[in-house]
């Protein structure tokens, strides 16, 4: 039987693909826009990238680093560059569009993963989830008794494909420019 939630997980990616072709059907971006939305989506992946460089999957509870602001910092990173590329394509309906995907699959993949992370780690998880917000950050990093996590590493944010953010929105620029200059 399978995990409530588990189809958003295993398929999100995947199934963003249409997404992003009807975002790149209704863009009308311009160079400007484009730059714009490269300017936010950079900081998005800066987020990302520094949130990856924390995280151990599957290995231990990463309360450090962005962990303690927000126990969701690769998704409010995804978010930024969801911002980005939002901006970059210039279009209330593409934007619509990456707001629904984005709202849709990552509330329900966030949830997946609290319930995951209880069963992991129990008291500890709890303890985490009532000091540090789901997905706003908060002004302060949490003060945590057991901060003995992992700090930054190249390794960890190389282990962790966090390159493949970067290439994808880079695709995302190339193709809004390319059809910003076949239309006419």
Known sequence: ???????????????????????????????????IGSIVGVLGLIVRAYAAGYLHKQEVLTITGPYAYTRNPLYLGSAILALGAGIAVWSWISGVILLFYFALFYSIVMRREEKEL???????????????????????????????????????????????????????????????????
Request: aromatic share 16%; proline share 7%; glycine share 4%.
């Open 1 to 35: 039987m399978s995990v409530p939630g588990s189809f958003f997980v295993r398929w999100r990616v995947r199934l963003g693909y249409p997404f992003a072709v009807a975002v790149l059907w209704f863009s009308r971006s311009t160079p400007r826009s484009v730059l």
């Open 118 to 184: 209880l069963a992991r780690h129990g008291a500890k998880f709890e303890e985490y989830a009532r000091a540090v917000p789901l997905f706003f950050p908060r002004f302060t990093a949490a003060d945590l008794a057991a901060q003995t996590a992992p700090s930054f590493s190249i390794a960890q944010y190389k282990k962790n494909h966090e390159w493949q953010a970067a290439v994808g929105f880079l695709l995302l620029l190339a193709a809004l420019l390319a059809i910003w200059r076949l239309r006419p």
